[in-house]
């Protein structure tokens, strides 16, 4: 009421004709409007001891009303600092508790759902000043700035897997998305500010599995898996396809043997679990890099096939050797491009052409290499 009273008062004198009586209620109307001002402005003032203070409540009425003293700029800065100070607190007060993916998931959760409810507030307190709303844009950057640095601190710092990189990436970008439902577009910088560290952890990834391929294949035995039960084969099939969705029922024989090396069946299970964690990753600045990686990595693989065929020692194992080839270039590729589509919306061409033409060349050189015995 007072507030009221004294902006009725203040409209009234700046309708009224100058003259002394006016001046000198113009001098005591601009004191209270001062006072008034300074305690509003001590009310959304952000301290270590009363940064929260008043809640969003009190915040919220003490904006309303600087602006209708006229203060918007004022309003508008210690509105948005405020806001800094709660998302600030909310971090402190969020605890870490298991994986880091659910540590990811709570804390983008709670600062985009921040920036959304502040983004609203925002637009309802300053709907008729639009010069605040640049202020309101430069202070969601900046924020998003520092949630960004803890982001990259919390999930690159350490030595993560590929698959928990890409859960954590993945929970963000779709948190920030919905910032568009107000008007708020901050995908692209968030991209920009991940772009580097995605990059080098897909490259790390690409060259960790082609080196394990390297080493595994240095043991190959070409030797069917062999599980020792009926019992053991049905929980290792069905964890494999939970796991991947690689179906491995009809290659059961013996009912405890598998028609494929335990080399084959490691490399498919995190071949697929790399062009997943990929598909979450994905961005059209990142396209060529993701392409050239699945590719990359499955011709290392077959390139090992290959290298074998052409041992002389293999000779009697070139049925089975194929084998195993066929599986790769059908079954896991079709996986594969079924993620892929799933993702993009278009088939994987590479590997299009890779099940036409790869599997002829390996009979091939199986062919010849049996022909020089």
């Given amino acids: 009421m007072y507030l009221h009273c004294t902006i009725l008062v203040d409209e009234h004198l700046r309708d009224s004709p100058a003259s002394p009586a006016i001046k000198e209620y113009r001098v005591?109307?601009?004191?209270?409007i001062k006072?008034?001002?300074e305690a509003l402005t001590n009310e959304l003032q952000v301290s270590p001891e009363r940064s929260l203070r008043g809640g969003p409540r009190?915040?919220?009425k003490a904006v309303t009303q600087l602006i209708r003293l006229g203060k918007s700029s004022q309003a508008c800065e210690l509105f948005l600092a405020n806001k800094s100070a709660i998302i600030k607190y909310n971090i402190r007060q969020l605890k870490f508790e298991g994986s880091t993916a659910l540590y990811i998931k709570k804390l983008s959760h709670m600062f985009f759902a921040t920036l959304m409810d502040t983004g609203k507030e925002f637009m309802k307190a300053f709907t008729e000043h639009f010069a605040c709303f640049s202020a309101f844009i430069i202070w969601a950057k900046t924020e998003l700035e520092s949630f960004s640095g803890i982001f990259l601190r919390q999930v690159f710092a350490s030595k993560m897997s590929l698959s928990t990189i890409a859960e954590c990436v993945h929970v963000v970008r779709q948190q920030c998305s919905k910032l568009g439902e107000i008007g708020l577009e901050l995908s692209f910088e968030l991209n920009n500010k991940l772009f580097k560290d995605v990059e080098k952890a897909i490259k790390d990834s690409r060259d960790q599995i082609e080196d394990a391929i390297k080493i595994r294949f240095k043991d190959e035995t070409w030797r069917p898996l062999n599980l020792h039960s009926k019992q053991e084969i049905?929980?290792?099939?069905?964890?494999t396809k939970?796991?991947?969705?690689?179906d491995l029922s009809k290659l059961i024989y013996d009912e405890c043997y598998l028609s494929l090396t335990s080399n084959t069946i490691q490399f498919s299970k995190s071949f697929i679990s790399f062009v997943e964690d990929l598909m979450k990753?994905?961005?059209?600045e990142m396209h060529d890099l993701i392409s050239d990686s699945i590719v990359g990595v499955f011709k290392a693989q077959i390139s090992q096939v290959e290298h074998a065929l052409k041992i002389k020692k293999y000779i009697r194992d070139h049925h089975f050797i194929l084998k195993n080839a066929k599986y790769l270039l059908e079954n896991v590729t079709t996986l594969a491009v079924q993620y892929y589509q799933e993702k993009l919306g278009e088939p994987f061409k590479p590997f299009l052409l890779i099940q036409q033409s790869d599997f002829k060349r390996l009979k091939k050189i199986s062919e010849k290499v049996g022909a020089m015995v």
Avoid: E, M, P, Y
């Fill in 28 to 32: 005591r109307i601009d004191h209270r």
């Fill in 35 to 37: 006072q008034l001002t």
């Fill in 58 to 60: 009190g915040a919220r």
């Fill in 234 to 239: 049905c929980n290792f099939v069905k964890d």
């Fill in 242 to 246: 939970d796991a991947s969705g690689l």
């Fill in 281 to 284: 990753l994905h961005i059209g």
